[in-house]
């Protein structure tokens, strides 16, 4: 469903990634901008206006669906953009859970340590990606991939911080269990593509 929808908003934005390539805005520029709604909307989050902070991730997610497309019609698909765009996507995600942290924390602070521990969760998903495919091994296992995060986050934002600290607690859950479950793939593809050492010994 999460596919689909972000199908459909790229369909949506094909008058603005037309603007942008006639413009000759680059698409480094536009994950730069994306990490700036991050920031803001980060800074939001902290003072407690989630409506707000919402907005900007709402942005941020815009701009991180834009570049992509915009670099694959400039015909400016590089190593150096596809890196820039996968770290500063984790930047403001972590930029975005730290200013939901400082908020919530403030109200109790067992909420502040599940911000803490989502993030986490969020990072490690993305390096067991990171590093099974340095393996040569499929890294999208698992559900919570960066655009259902996203997904939540954002309910989470327009819902109020009470339903945040619920979006916090699944996210919690569904990292880790996206964690386990690449292990688990990782390891099982180890056994069956490493040789055997102890044969001939």
């Not at 945040?164 to 880790?176: A, E, F, P, S």
Request: glycine share 10%.
């Amino acid at each position: 469903m999460i596919n689909r929808i972000g199908n459909l908003l790229k369909k949506t934005l094909q008058p603005v990634i037309k603007v942008l390539a006639r413009r000759h805005v680059t698409p480094n520029a536009v994950t730069f901008t994306g990490f700036l709604f991050s920031l803001i909307g980060a800074f939001f989050f902290s003072r407690g206006w989630f409506a707000a902070g919402g907005i900007m991730l709402l942005l941020s997610g815009f701009s991180d669906m834009i570049d992509g497309e915009l670099s694959r019609r400039q015909n400016r698909v590089t190593r150096f953009g596809a890196f820039l765009d996968s770290t500063l996507d984790r930047a403001g995600e972590s930029a975005v859970l730290t200013g939901i942290a400082l908020y919530l924390g403030a109200l109790d602070v067992r909420y502040a340590v599940l911000a803490i521990v989502a993030l986490s969760g969020s990072l490690l998903v993305s390096y067991t990606r990171a590093r099974a495919e340095g393996l040569d091994l499929p890294g999208r296992v698992g559900i919570f991939e960066r655009g259902v995060r996203f997904f939540f986050l954002l309910t989470g934002s327009f819902a109020g911080p009470r339903v945040m600290v619920v979006v916090l607690l699944i996210l919690v859950l569904g990292t880790l269990s996206t964690v386990i479950h690449r292990m688990i793939f990782v390891y099982r593809n180890c056994r069956t593509t490493e040789p055997d050492r102890t044969s001939g010994q």
